[in-house]
C-alpha cells in the first residue's frame, strides 16, 4: 500500500481515484476545486480530502492529477499552494489530463529539479472507461519512473504503455483524437447517406461492421447517432479543446491536418447549434440540420 495524493475530481477523475482507493487499497487523499466534491468523495470512498493540492501531495509517494488543461495544470502544480512546493524527493507524480506536451516537458524538468519523477499519463476509454477502471494510458517519462507507477496506474486501467521520454504521452493521446476526429465524421456521413438512401441502416451497419469499415465508433455510436442522443461522454468542448493542441503541434513539428483542421470547425458549427456538452458523435447533427435546411 502507498500513501497516494489525488488532484481534481472532475468526470474522469472522480472514478479513477475511486478504483486506487477501492481496488489497489492504497491511502489516498483527494483535493478538488469544489471542496463539497471532495467531501463527498470521501464519504463514499473513504480516506481524507486535502484543503490545497500541496497539502494534498504532502508526503505522498504517487500523486496523480486531471484537470482542465494547460493552465489549470500549471496552478495546480507550480502555482501558489501547488502540488509541486511539497513534492518529496523520490515520488512520482502523474499527470492524466490531456494537455501539451510543452507543459508536459515543463513539469517533467520541474519535478526533476525537486528529485521527484513526472509522468504525462493522457487516457482514452471516455467516462465509461473511467468508471468501469477500462482506460487505455498513454505515459512519456523515463523507465524507473514508469516500473514504479505502472502497479497504481493499473488501479485503472485495462492497457498502459511507456511511449517515450516527457511529452509522448500527450503526442500520442493527439495520435488518438486525429485518428477519432475523421472516423467520427466519416460515420456520420455513412449513417447520413445511408438514411438520406433509404436504406435498411440496422441491416448495413451489422453487415459492414463485420468487414474492413468496423471500429469502436460504429460498434458503440450508431444507434445513438441514428436517434439524435448525444449524452453518452466525451463532450464537444472537450474535443476542441483537445484538437487544438493537436494542429498547434502541428503547426510547430510541420505536420499536416487537414481533415483534422476541417472537422474542427464542423464541431464549432456544432458549438454552434447548442451542442457545447453533446458528445462528440453528435457531428451527424450538423449534417441532418443541413439537410433539413436544404429541403426547406
Known amino acids: 500500500m502507498s500513501k497516494v495524493a489525488w488532484i481534481g475530481l472532475g468526470v474522469m477523475g472522480y472514478p479513477m481515484a475511486a478504483h486506487i482507493k477501492d481496488r489497489g487499497g492504497h491511502d489516498l487523499t483527494v483535493y478538488n476545486r469544489t471542496a463539497a466534491k471532495a467531501e463527498r468523495w470521501v464519504a463514499e470512498h473513504g480516506g481524507r480530502s486535502a484543503p490545497t493540492p500541496a497539502a494534498a501531495a504532502q508526503g505522498a509517494d504517487f500523486v496523480f492529477c486531471c484537470v482542465g488543461n494547460d493552465d489549470d495544470l500549471r496552478a495546480v502544480t507550480l502555482g501558489p499552494d501547488g502540488a509541486f512546493s511539497t513534492l518529496k524527493a523520490g515520488a512520482i507524480f502523474i499527470d492524466n489530463t490531456t494537455a501539451s506536451a510543452h507543459i508536459a516537458r515543463e513539469l517533467h524538468g520541474a519535478a526533476k529539479a525537486r528529485g521527484a519523477g513526472f509522468l504525462d499519463a493522457p487516457v482514452s476509454g471516455g467516462q465509461a472507461g473511467a468508471e468501469a477502471g477500462q482506460l487505455t494510458v498513454m505515459v512519456g517519462g523515463e523507465a524507473d519512473d514508469f516500473a514504479k507507477a505502472e502497479p497504481v496506474i493499473q488501479c485503472y486501467a485495462k492497457a498502459v504503455r511507456l511511449l517515450g521520454p516527457a511529452g509522448s504521452g500527450q503526442l ?123 429541403e426547406a
Not at 189 to 210: M, N, Q, W, Y
Not at 266 to 284: N, P
Open 172 to 294: 500520442t493521446k493527439m495520435v488518438n483524437q486525429i485518428c477519432i476526429a475523421g472516423l467520427v465524421q466519416s460515420l456520420s456521413e455513412a449513417i447520413h447517406f445511408a438514411e438520406r438512401a433509404g436504406l435498411d441502416i440496422p441491416a448495413v451497419i451489422d453487415t459492414i461492421s463485420k468487414g474492413a469499415a468496423q471500429s469502436w465508433q460504429m460498434d458503440n455510436r450508431w444507434e445513438t447517432m441514428m436517434k439524435g442522443e448525444f449524452d453518452f461522454g466525451f463532450a464537444v468542448d472537450w474535443m476542441r479543446k483537445d484538437l487544438a493542441i493537436c494542429l498547434e503541434e502541428a503547426r510547430a513539428n510541420g505536420a499536416h491536418l487537414p481533415v483534422a483542421a476541417l472537422v474542427d470547425q464542423f464541431y464549432s458549427e456544432v458549438q454552434a447549434m447548442g451542442g457545447r456538452r453533446w458528445d462528440t458523435s453528435s457531428l451527424i447533427a450538423r449534417l441532418n440540420a443541413a439537410a433539413r435546411r436544404g
